[in-house]
Every structure is written in C-alpha cells, then in structure tokens.
Nanobody, 114 residues
Framework: VQLQASGGGLVQPGGSLRLSCAAS????????MAWYRQAPGKQRELVAR???????TYADSVKGRFTISRDSAKNTVYLQMNSLKAEDTAVYSC?????????WGQGTQVTVSS
C-alpha cells in the first residue's frame, strides 16, 4: 500500500486547510485510516482516526475544529482543519491499517503563522 498525502501549507491563524491522503497499490481491505502529527521537539500524536464503520475519534486539542472523513471508493482519507492555531503547526502524516499491517505516508508540513 502506498500513501500520498497532500494539502499542507502556510496559513494564518484562524484559517483552514484540507489534507488528503490517497492509498494505492493493494488497497483493498483497508480498515482504520488516521492522521498523526509531529511538531518539532515533540512526540508524534494521533490527531484523528476513522474506522471502517465511519466512527471517528479526535484528540482533545482538535475537537470541534478538525473533521476526518473518508471516501472508501477512492481509498482516500481527508482532514478538514478549521480555526487553525499556531500550536497546530506540525508535520502531518496519514496512516492506514490493512488487515494486521500498518502503512504510513510521507508527511506534509502545516504551518500556522501570521
């Protein structure tokens, strides 16, 4: 499974960005899809995940501001990020589970700054 993330960039505080991550290759059987982030000097943290049932979970720090969604037909997961704050600045990476294996995409930089 190969994952291609896109949508990062520079945005002002209060702005919005939408990240996308498309899975290709042997993408059938993908269950959980997730977004993680890692800021400089900090550990990687789970931002949001969506199960094959459609159930979603979020980190407390992004609840009410971020929305994760998926298009199973396209094997793509999205992260809509609104009301962005400086502390959201990080490298965002997508991850998917396929059967018992976990796959990671390359990160995309999100910078929130005026």
């Amino acid at each position: 499974v190969q994952l291609q993330a896109s949508g990062g960039g520079l945005v002002q505080p209060g702005g919005s960005l939408r990240l996308s991550c498309a899975a290709s290759g042997s993408a059938s059987g993908i269950s959980t899809m997730a977004w993680y982030r890692q800021a400089p000097g900090k550990q990687r943290e789970l931002v949001a995940r969506i199960f094959s049932s459609g159930t979603t979970t979020y980190a407390d720090s992004v609840k009410g501001r971020f929305t994760i969604s998926r298009d199973s037909a396209k094997n793509t997961v999205y992260l809509q990020m609104n009301s962005l704050k400086a502390e959201d600045t990080a490298v965002y990476s997508c991850s998917v589970m396929r059967w018992t294996n976990t796959y990671w995409g390359q990160g995309t930089q999100v910078t929130v700054s005026s």
